[in-house]
């Protein structure tokens, strides 16, 4: 059964860093997939956050998080990451990994057919 795990979430004041991490167990080759991030916030809609390709590695990112968010990925350890730097009050949410088998260009939520239960991210002012 396919599944993502994410983990490092947690409460931190504004300006600080949290990493994030999703362990993957896929159906096919994690190097497969391209991965990204999204989250949510209370009464608001998922939004995409961040994604890095299956073939090239390109990562893309929302206007929102340019500059201070950095998306990585370990193969051989089917391992995700998040690096959250300059953190705001406006970047609390649940946050969630996700999988789109050999999706070269994955922005959107129906890109992804796999998801993890998420994990919290509360910065305080």
């Known amino acids: 059964q396919a599944q993502l795990v994410e983990s490092g979430g947690g409460l931190v004041q504004a300006g600080g860093s949290l990493g994030l991490s999703c362990t993957a167990s896929?159906?096919?080759?994690?190097?497969?997939?391209?991965i990204g991030w999204f989250r949510q916030a209370p009464g608001k809609d998922r939004e995409f956050v961040a994604a890095?390709?299956?073939?090239?590695?390109?990562?893309s990112y929302a206007d929102s998080v340019k500059g201070r968010f950095a998306i990585s990925r370990d193969d051989a350890k089917n391992t995700l990451f998040l690096q959250m730097n300059s953190l705001k009050p406006e970047d609390t949410a649940v946050y969630y990994c996700a999988a789109a088998y050999r999706v070269t260009v994955a922005a959107k939520s129906d890109d992804y057919d796999t998801w993890g239960q998420g994990t919290q991210v509360t910065v305080s002012s």
């Open positions: 896929l159906r096919n080759s994690f190097s497969r997939y391209t």
């Open positions: 890095i390709s299956w073939l090239s590695g390109r990562t």
